[in-house]
């Protein structure tokens, strides 16, 4: 038997042990409740595993702590339904910290809701003084991805307002890029229409950092001396202590030689007659050929157009050059002889062409000045593969390239990567930026997308797009689609119609054509994530069926002269003369056939058109057509031509300068990111008989 003075003993010397142990289980517990305290001020980086094992080891606030850590991470990982169902299971007791936290996780679900309204009242009852560092970062961040990227005075302060919390200098800088991105993709009024507070003092620096932008992007050398002296006045401005990439590419400018042009361009087969048109107006350009003498009045226009009828509807979409099959169109242009590599001298150009008169000037605000002397080789590329006139393009010393002119010719350029500087004049299906790539089509999507944008400024929330049903159709209504939500408008209608031979029936019918129609599935009204910070957020699946905005307020009719007669007084005829829709249409519909009937019928009605054609540049557009024999649609080629050569000499400008514009014959030119050329276009309507300005 053990004595009991041992058993004593032992369990005294035992105490101590069991005590300590104790001692560091209260430890181990306090650890815990310590760690999800500083995990909640911090930037969460375990997953969500880890903090639902962490919640369900734990009790009390520590347990929520670890709940709203969960909840964070499982935004980030895209489990959004879970997050929501955790959101809704934390308990009505919070303390401070959690009812912070809280807040901003519901902010954070609205996002990945895409209820970018609701997550912007939700901002707004949230005091962000009383926010640890990260989370103030992370509430801004909110208030950024609220805005869409859209450019508004909100997105401008909370850019503003996150940029001294953060602390690395990549984060700094795509703050900084973030805040003038805005600022350059606001237009002049939209500018000096913010209306700022006394004590915005950063604010009203990058406001005048935008106007020396304004007031010379167009001019580099100007835009350099504008930027340093920006950054004299502003030096606290952090613009100024990390400009913006965009600018740090103005200061490094360098343009681009154009001492040996290369032309690519299709001289035979079915497509020569689109290449033939383009050439003559680059030549034009480029030798000082293409005269202003004042502004013709639309009125003018129009009825200088409708003496000439030479022009088959069918002519009128002019640029559906996605491969070499196009179809032929029948114009006098003189045939030539098989050519692979030209080099032209200004005096067999004249040779080639009568200048419409002998006063040399520019055909717009901000040409690129005539060049007789530059060297020009045009190169054929129905003779040979792209990638072997490239390669003779370069050997022949080529400093920049334009063209090619068809899609697939495009396509088989980009696969053969050259190092030479290029203006395609048409685009591929994707656009991916390369440095020394720019693009510019006359293509009827990009007309679609301007006509979208027009249709907008006009104030109107419900558009129909009445197109023909084919793959122009599908393609004009995807472009015009896409652009209409960016703007922000809701979803759009779509309503095809078939051949002449169906529209004269539904005449003859007295069917009509009602203003309704099937809504458009585009990307962008998909279910698209959305990134917070570093927390991107995708967006919940949704089978819900979309419906329109409301009754149709305006329709955008995609038609040949001839369709459209038959078209408007349908739509009429279904749905009255004040039916309440405004009619839009395309420059399809306007080949120079607007005779007194015809505009008279069309009354109302609002189209498109190049501002060559519009009356911005009357001599111009009377030696195109001179040189086109009065064929609308190869004159849009020729004012392409035209607007080529001064798009050429502006090249590094479009691909180093934000903000680059000119005010060109077929559009005022402006560049993307990616250096594609967007055209906004003029606007005409048919009043009384007559053509005036739809502005």
């Not at 440095?435 to 679609?448: K, R």
Request: hydrophobic share 40%.
């Amino acid at each position: 038997m053990v004595p009991s003075t041992f058993l004593r003993s032992k369990a005294a010397r035992c105490l101590p042990v069991v005590l300590a142990a104790l001692l560091f289980a209260g430890c181990g517990t306090q650890q815990t409740q310590d760690q999800s305290a500083s995990h909640l001020e911090g930037t969460a980086q375990a997953d969500s595993g880890y903090y639902l094992q962490q919640m369900q080891q734990s009790a009390n606030d520590s347990k929520t702590n670890w709940q709203l850590l969960a909840i964070r991470a499982l935004l980030k990982e895209g489990k959004s339904q879970q997050a929501m169902e955790l959101f809704g299971q934390l308990p009505n007791e919070l303390n401070d910290e959690q009812r912070l936290e809280q807040s901003l996780l519901a902010v954070e679900i609205k996002l990945a809701q895409q209820d970018f309204k609701g997550a912007e009242a939700l901002l707004a009852k949230i005091d962000p003084n009383g926010l640890s560092n990260n989370q103030q970062i992370r509430f801004w961040a909110d208030g950024i991805a609220s805005q869409q990227g859209k450019p508004t005075l909100t997105l401008l302060r909370a850019l503003i307002a996150q940029e001294p919390l953060l602390k690395a200098v990549p984060e700094k800088q795509k703050n900084i890029d973030a805040t003038w991105q805005a600022l350059s993709a606001m237009t002049q009024e939209q500018a000096n229409a913010l209306v700022i507070n006394a004590d915005e003092n950063v604010l009203q620096g990058w406001l005048d950092l935008q106007r020396v932008w304004f007031d010379n992007r167009n001019d580099v050398s100007m835009m350099k001396a504008g930027i340093k002296d920006w950054q004299t006045r502003y030096p606290q401005n952090p613009g100024a202590k990390l400009l913006p990439t965009q600018l740090v590419n103005v200061q490094s400018f360098k343009p681009a030689s154009t001492n040996k042009i290369a032309l690519l361009l299709p001289l035979n087969g079915q497509a020569a007659v689109f290449g033939r048109a383009i050439q003559q107006g680059f030549e034009a350009a480029k030798n000082g050929i293409s005269p202003v003498s004042g502004s013709a009045v639309p009125e003018q226009v129009a009825q200088a157009a409708s003496t000439n009828n030479v022009v088959s509807p069918s002519q009128a979409e002019i640029t559906d050059l996605t491969t070499p099959q196009t179809q032929p169109v029948q114009a006098p242009v003189p045939a030539q002889a098989p050519v692979q590599s030209v080099t032209t001298t200004p005096q067999q150009q004249e040779q080639e062409q009568a200048p419409a008169t002998t006063a040399p000037a520019t055909p717009a605000a901000q040409p690129a000045a005539t060049n007789p002397s530059a060297e020009l080789k045009i190169y054929d590329t129905t003779t040979q593969p792209m990638s072997q006139i490239l390669s003779q393009a370069q050997q022949d010393g080529v400093t920049l390239v334009v063209g090619p002119l068809l899609k697939n010719n495009v396509d088989d350029l980009l696969k053969s990567n050259t190092p030479l500087n290029v203006l395609a004049l048409n685009q591929p299906e994707s656009v991916s930026n390369r440095a020394n790539i720019c693009y510019f089509a006359l293509s009827p999507e990009d007309e679609a997308r301007d006509a979208a944008r027009h249709i907008h400024d006009q104030g109107k929330q419900a558009p129909l797009l009445l197109v023909p049903r084919s793959a122009l159709g599908d393609r004009v209504t995807r472009a015009f689609a896409d652009e209409w939500q960016s703007l922000g408008g809701a979803t759009v209608l779509q309503q095809k119609f078939g051949s002449l031979s169906e529209l004269r029936g539904g005449v003859n019918g007295g069917s009509g054509i009602a203003l309704t129609g099937s809504p458009v599935t585009t990307s962008q009204n998909q279910p698209q994530s959305v990134t917070i910070g570093d927390l991107t957020i995708p967006a919940p699946p949704s089978d819900a069926q979309i419906s329109s905005g409301g009754k149709v307020d305006a329709a955008y009719i995609v038609a040949t002269a001839q369709e459209i007669a038959f078209i408007k007084p349908m739509i009429a005829m279904r749905n009255g003369s004040q039916g309440g829709a405004t009619l839009y249409a395309s420059s399809r519909s306007a080949q120079g056939v607007a005779g007194p009937d015809f505009r008279l019928e069309m009354e109302g009605l609002q189209y498109s058109e190049i501002p060559m054609l519009a009356g911005s540049n009357p001599s111009l557009m009377q030696q195109a057509l001179r040189a086109v024999n009065n064929d609308y649609s190869l004159a849009r080629l020729y004012a392409m031509g035209a607007d080529a050569w001064s798009l050429a000499n502006h090249f590094s400008q479009m691909r180093q300068v934000p903000g680059f514009e000119l005010n060109g014959n077929t559009g005022d030119l402006t560049a993307t990111q990616d250096c594609v050329i967007n055209r906004k276009l003029s606007w005409l309507k048919y009043q009384q008989g007559q053509v005036v300005s739809a502005n």
